[in-house]
């Protein structure tokens, strides 16, 4: 049985964790293939209400088996946190797996987050310090230290001291910071080795055999289009592959394996930290759509900034991704608003453009050019049939799905599980 890939299809933040653990109770695995505990999945269910940044969303059905790949960068102190309130929580995690290839996250890539961010000064990209990007950055560069690599600790131990003898040099004689231990820190990471240990495989693995044996996988995405390292908003992006085809390299996976490619959007735009936003709404209508959707980073906690629905960078996104349907979310916060707009192209020196510039420097120049749509103006909340949305609601989505060229499958119309509209 193919696999099905749940990709963000905006800046992130777009509500997949709602989307993989609504479409997890039908299937066999949930992966998760890039980024680290940068990202922040907010779930609602019976169990409550959880922000997972490194365990797969699927973790609450019993039944199911949630694979961290190789394309995530793991921070061990988060992901045990994770584990313990969870099952504070009630909820098992023994069917937890992660791939002996993923890449750790040190004290070192953290420290270097935050002295590379205020070195920038105004010119800083707005990381979340949490030291995925350096962390990528040795992986790239050969010098990362892989989860397999605690299971033997003599390895683990030269390894380590090779990389911070480096480390320590540039902490100290570039950015005049004190060195790190490397007793302390291989004291800790041996520690959280034998933790980490009964959770260790080789992922994929396990990926292929459940495969064969016609087993329904999920693929869970991480961030959004819009923040891949290569297709994004450079530089303001994340530190790896966003899209569909991060999920072939982040999991060990054939292309020809993925059947369903489902693109997840916000019904507006929102994105966290620095870098163009075309549609953003510096007024009334941004501040009363973020105080409605409660925007702010499950990660961060930092305020989201909003705007109208950017078609272009959703056609953009679908083309790239190759989406075969769309999940549309937050339909909800609109209830409230007396008309919407949604931006059909860009203006630029005179130009329009249909498709967003590769610069950023260009696209923060760039002038929304807008269709507007009556809003409908009552609560839909409680609806769970499409035929029984307001007229002028439908009338939205169509207009979305012409724009990105592919269909709704799913609107989410309020954050819990049960609040949703299968199409």
């Not at 002028?392 to 799905?401: F, N, V």
Request: glycine letters at 10%; hydrophobic letters at 40%.
């Amino acid at each position: 049985m193919p696999a099905i890939a749940v990709i963000g299809a905006q800046w992130g933040d777009e509500g997949k964790g709602k989307i993989v653990d609504l479409l997890a109770e039908k299937v066999n695995v949930v992966v998760r293939f890039s980024g680290g505990n940068n990202a922040g999945h907010t779930v609602i269910n019976p169990y409550g209400e959880f922000r997972l940044h490194l365990v797969p969303s699927g973790i609450f059905y019993p039944d199911v088996a949630c694979i961290i790949g190789n394309g995530v960068v793991i921070d061990p102190a988060v992901l045990f946190e994770e584990i313990e309130e969870l099952k504070k929580s009630g909820v098992s995690v023994e069917r937890l797996f992660v791939s002996d290839r993923a890449n750790l996250i040190m004290p070192y890539h953290i420290l270097l987050d935050g002295l590379e961010e205020e070195s920038r000064g105004g010119s800083a990209i707005g990381t979340t310090r949490r030291g995925i990007g350096p962390c990528y950055m040795d992986k790239v560069g050969r010098l990362g230290i892989r989860v397999g690599d605690l299971l033997d600790k003599e390895v683990f131990r030269e390894r380590l001291r090779t990389v911070l003898e480096q480390k320590n040099r540039i902490i100290t004689k570039v950015y005049e910071a004190q060195p790190l231990s490397l007793e302390e820190i291989y004291d800790k990471y041996c520690h959280y080795g034998e933790i980490l240990a009964p959770f260790i495989r080789g992922t994929d693995l396990m990926l292929q055999e459940a495969l064969e044996n016609e087993e329904a996988v999920l693929l869970e995405g991480a961030q959004g289009t819009m923040l891949d390292v290569d297709f994004g908003t450079y530089p303001y992006v994340t530190s790896t592959s966003t899209i569909v085809g991060g999920a072939c390299s982040g999991l060990g996976l054939s292309p020809a394996k993925i059947d369903r490619i489902i693109g997840v959007y916000k019904a507006y735009s929102t994105r966290v930290g620095a870098g163009p936003l075309v549609t953003e709404l510096c007024d009334e209508t941004g501040e009363l759509i973020r105080q409605r959707a409660h925007e702010y980073g499950a990660t961060t906690g930092r305020p989201r900034r909003c705007g109208w629905f950017d078609a272009v960078i959703g056609r953009f996104s679908a083309r790239i991704n190759g989406f075969s349907e769309f999940a549309l979310t937050r339909l909800d916060i609109l209830d409230v608003l007396p008309s919407l707009k949604i931006c059909t192209g860009y203006k630029l020196d005179g130009d329009t453009l249909t498709n967003p510039p590769s610069n950023s420097t260009l696209l923060a120049g760039c002038e929304p050019i807008y269709e507007e749509l009556a809003g409908w103006q009552t609560d839909i909340s409680a609806l769970r049939r499409f035929e029984d949305l307001p007229g002028k609601a439908r009338s939205y989505i169509r207009t979305l799905e012409e724009l990105i060229g592919c269909s709704a499958s799913v609107i989410s119309v309020g954050p819990r599980r049960e609040q949703t509209i299968i199409v």
